[in-house]
């Protein structure tokens, strides 16, 4: 029987830099698996994409988002998680319910427990093995994001104190899960940022 492969999320607020090191984490993971799977939420599957589009792009009630997320969540380990980690793939994903805890109750207000009932129905038997958090400022986030110019989807424009409740609620679960998720101080040379990236994933696979 074929090995379980790993599942690896990245987590960070809008501007933390993350999706500039997926490239770099899937070389240094094909150090170790052959097959490598990149994917991200919301999205990774047509139905996932066409959620992704709405709540990105359209007002709806942060319980509608929360659940639109869980809804993307749910086809996306369907289709593309579970079978690629039941065929030992390792799969490399661009946020997972991390990001609905930070943003849709940390950033938004929610109460945490109704979606750990829904993380119970969606995912009861899956967890990422490892998570590396992009930790930064937002106000140099910001900076981030505005110096790259591209239009803004609805997150990104949200204000900096939304954006302060997302990272404290991301550093708050790192506290409580200090052995899954591994916080990378994403300040600073993109250089800098990928050593410490680099010496955390050593840590988080080992
Ligand atoms: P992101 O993945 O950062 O894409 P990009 O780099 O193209 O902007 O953006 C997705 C947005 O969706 C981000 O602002 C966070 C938000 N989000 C939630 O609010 N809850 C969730 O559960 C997920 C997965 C994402």
Redesign the pocket.
Known sequence: MTARGRFITLEGI?GAG??SHVEFLRDRLRERCANIVVT???GGTPFGEGL?AA??HHPASALA??LA?FA??SAHIDAVIGPALASGAWVLC????D??Y???CG?RGLEPAAFEALERLVHPALQPDATLLFDLDPALAAQRQAARGAAA?K??RERADFFRRVREAYLERARRDPRRIHVIDAGGELGAVRERLASALRGALA
């Open positions: 809008d993350k999706s991200r939420e919301p992704r709540v990105l988002e929360a997320m993307a969540r661009d946020r997972f319910s990001s609905t930070a943003y849709q950033g989807d997150f990104e």
